[in-house]
């Protein structure tokens, strides 16, 4: 059975050969017993694999405090700037703590064999790891090259990072008028219900040891998803969008004028993301080889052409290239790569770039508005299109001919034969489809509940007012 090579997945725990050898019935099994302990080798774990993978690790959080926050607070006007700071820290707090307490079981374990799977063993793990049991500094996960391993903590952070960015993501689709307490909630119940069965769905499987074990429902399907196009992009632009619809527009929406406060610190913020988004695909490889640097060079062409892309696309079609616009498409660019990259060439990747640039300012500059949703700082407009864009593409571009990589069998030893550019593509667009309807219906469901136990909105004046000093008390500027 074919296993597609995709993104970092938890291994189980392996057998040694000697386990099924305890008493050989005849001398020819004593003698085959004897070769198979021979033939044993021990788990290989290279500290500069390890390395790569904490650098990487503490390059996403980079990407989320201060990346992320700075990014979206520079969006918004001055009178809210500290509550969006604040809803990005603290959601990056709470979700570091779900993750090592429920988070990392219930993405990462599942049924060893087929005869141990349920019906739910495709869509999410259990909680054996609650809590981290029996994970230590001995413990291992493997990479994606046989009998080579990084220690299980290194494995455990690299992934709370992504599951810390992808629930702060959503932040930027509400602001201005969101409740802190409502935002808490629902990323809270998002994080359980869509963006844990999406981990485990597209990057859950046994690992090049035990590649016919069971998988996700969609890595099972030959999703390709390096570093979360569908799990963390798709998934999370769908959310932002069904929550900007639910909780409404701002006031004075399409009436006031509502310029983003501080450009520079947007600049920062996107240049911030872009530095640590070569940990976030580079450091998905889980070992410093040839494809790291791959996705490493991907990171830089594909973002570089988007920013160009879309910048030169405000030129032609507004009059002006704007900083806003090719930070934004930076983004758009960096987001369209995610899935793509260390699956596809870099001639490939700029290609990429340029399409989910171009895309997430034709959808931000042209469709947004004639939609009429405020969907803030565009969330879904970047993340959302940009994430699907470079899903279906990685379908195209990762075949050999084109200069991708190809597929891995892992039961050949050797990349497949026979790529078919429209097979994949298919496959990817059923990644896609699930991306969207899972989220967008745990998002709805979700809102639901918020509205009904907490309320989605502050009060109007206090919107009026500016969240910075009605929900948190302070200001961001006191001259």
């Not at 500290?47 to 690790?57: F, L, P």
């Not at 930070?327 to 001639?347: D, E, H, K, N, Y």
């Amino acid at each position: 059975m074919n296993r597609l090579t995709a993104i970092n997945r938890m291994i189980p725990a392996l057998a040694l050969p000697l386990a099924g050898l305890a008493v050989p019935a005849t001398a020819q099994e004593a003698a085959d017993a004897a070769a198979a302990v021979a033939e044993t080798v021990a788990p290989i774990v290279d500290k500069g694999d390890a390395t790569w993978m904490m650098i990487s690790a503490i390059l996403v959080m980079m990407m989320s405090v201060p990346g992320l926050a700075l990014f979206y607070g520079g969006l918004v006007r001055t009178k809210n700037m500290l509550s969006v700071l604040m809803q990005v820290f603290t959601i990056f707090c709470v979700m570091a703590l779900l993750w090592v307490c429920f988070g990392y079981s219930l993405a990462f374990t599942g049924a060893g064999a087929v005869e141990d799977a349920t019906a739910l063993t495709p869509f999410i793990g259990g909680l054996s790891k609650a809590f981290l049991a029996g994970v230590n500094p001995g413990s291992l996960a493997e990479t994606f090259t046989q009998n080579v391993f990084v220690p299980e903590y290194v494995f455990v952070t690299f992934q709370l990072a992504f599951a810390c960015i992808a629930s702060a993501l959503i932040v930027g689709a509400t602001v201005e008028r969101m409740k802190f307490s409502a935002i808490l909630i629902f990323v809270v119940i998002w994080f359980f219900f869509s963006y844990l069965p999406m981990a485990h769905m597209v990057w859950w499987w046994g690992g090049p040891s035990a590649y016919d074990a069971p998988s996700g429902y969609l890595f099972g399907h030959g999703d390709l998803d390096f570093a979360g196009g569908t799990v963390i992009h798709i998934n999370a632009g769908i959310a932002g969008l069904v929550a900007a619809i639910m909780v409404g527009p701002r006031l004075g929406y399409g009436k006031e004028l509502m310029a983003p406060h501080n450009l520079p610190f947007t600049l920062l913020g996107g240049c911030l993301l872009w530095i640590g988004w070569f940990g976030f695909n580079a450091g998905s490889n889980m070992e410093a080889t040839g494809t790291a640097a791959l996705a490493l060079l991907n990171t830089v062409v594909a973002t570089a052409a988007a920013a160009l892309a879309w910048a030169f696309g405000e030129w032609l079609f507004r009059g002006h290239p704007s900083l806003l616009g090719g930070v934004s498409g930076a983004i758009a660019g960096l987001v369209g790569i995610t899935p793509a990259a260390g699956f596809v060439g870099p001639m490939g990747a700029i290609v990429i770039g340029l399409v989910a640039g171009f895309a997430c300012m034709w959808f931000v500059v042209s469709l947004k508005s004639k939609l009429g949703i405020d969907e803030s700082l565009d969330v879904f407009g970047i993340h959302g299109i940009g994430g699907i864009i470079g899903a279906i593409l990685t379908g195209v571009f990762a075949a050999p001919s084109l200069g991708g990589t190809g597929v891995f069998d892992y039961s050949t030893g050797a990349v497949a034969e026979g790529y078919s550019i429209s097979a994949q593509v298919m496959t990817q667009t059923m990644g896609v489809v699930v991306a969207v309807v899972w989220s967008a219906v745990v998002s709805f469901v979700a809102l639901l509940i918020v509205k009904a136990v907490v309320g989605l909105r502050v009060p109007a004046n206090d919107e009026r007012q500016g969240l910075d000093i009605t929900t948190h008390g302070e200001n961001a500027y006191n001259n």
